[in-house]
T-cell receptor, first 114, second 112 residues
Framework: DGGITQSPKYLFRKEGQNVTLSCEQN?????MYWYRQDPGQGLRLIYY???????QKGDIAEGYSVSREKKESFPLTVTSAQKNPTAFYLC?????????????FGPGTRLTVL | QKEVEQNSGPLSVPEGAIASLNCTYS??????FFWYRQYSGKSPELIMF????GDKEDGRFTAQLNKASQYVSLLIRDSQPSDSATYLC???FGGGYNKLIFGAGTRLAVHP
């Protein structure tokens, strides 16, 4: 089955810790995205990548880091510099080229700071 | 700052009625819009894409775009309890469809 997987589903972090959220896709999509969603709010873009070894900051990149060493993988690290990391994190991917090419979302990771 | 605005709701409608969800946007250059449905605790899924003025129909869903008034709406006919979800409006920005800006979403509750 083709799709996007995110792990873990739930993650608990102590203050001062860095944690890494996994995102893998086997859809052969070029572009991948990380969003953050807070209760009652829409999705806010953290980082995105259009090709391997290249990525750009979104609207709320401070306190986060990413890498794109493989086309299939786009892990997100939430660093201790992110002061309010408790949120629902969504990874998405899309193919590029002609047309609007919708973004497909993974199931999400819910991060809670203890 | 480009913005997409939605009424957070909840919008409560009886089963079988028409649910009307609205979205306004600040960027006159916006040409197209996405409607995503998000069930509680789940990830969004695309239900409609519209890029031209007027209506676009897909089953029980109709998207309406009015560029002059800068609003886009989603109508759900014959609403079912399974339609109860949050509906997110999104617009591309920065050229192409690579980046989307999302509204906060409208929560729809369809009661039997």
């Amino acid at each position: 089955d083709g799709g996007i997987t995110q792990s873990p589903k739930y993650l608990f972090r102590k203050e001062g810790q860095n944690v890494t959220l996994s995102c893998e896709q086997n859809l052969n999509h070029d572009a991948m995205y990380w969003y953050r969603q807070d209760p009652g709010q829409g999705l806010r873009l953290i980082y995105y990548s259009q090709i391997v070894n290249d990525f750009q900051k979104g609207d709320i990149a401070e306190g986060y880091s990413v890498s794109r060493e493989k086309k299939e993988s786009f892990p997100l690290t939430v660093t201790s510099a992110q002061k309010n990391p408790t949120a629902f994190y969504l990874c998405a991917s899309r193919t590029t080229g002609g047309g609007y090419n919708e973004q497909f979302f993974g199931p999400g990771t819910r991060l809670t700071v203890l | 700052q480009k913005e997409v605005e939605q009424n957070s709701g909840p919008l409560s409608v009886p089963e079988g009625a028409i649910a009307s969800l609205n979205c306004t946007y600040s960027d006159r250059g916006s040409q197209s819009f996405f409607w995503y449905r998000q069930y509680s605790g789940k990830s969004p899924e695309l239900i409609m894409f519209i890029y031209s003025n007027g209506d676009k129909e897909d089953g029980r869903f109709t998207a309406q775009l009015n560029k002059a008034s800068q609003y886009v709406s989603l109508l759900i006919r014959d609403s079912q309890p399974s339609d109860s979800a949050t509906y997110l409006c999104a617009a591309p920005f920065g050229g192409g469809y690579n980046k989307l800006i999302f509204g906060a979403g409208t929560r729809l509750a369809v009661h039997p």
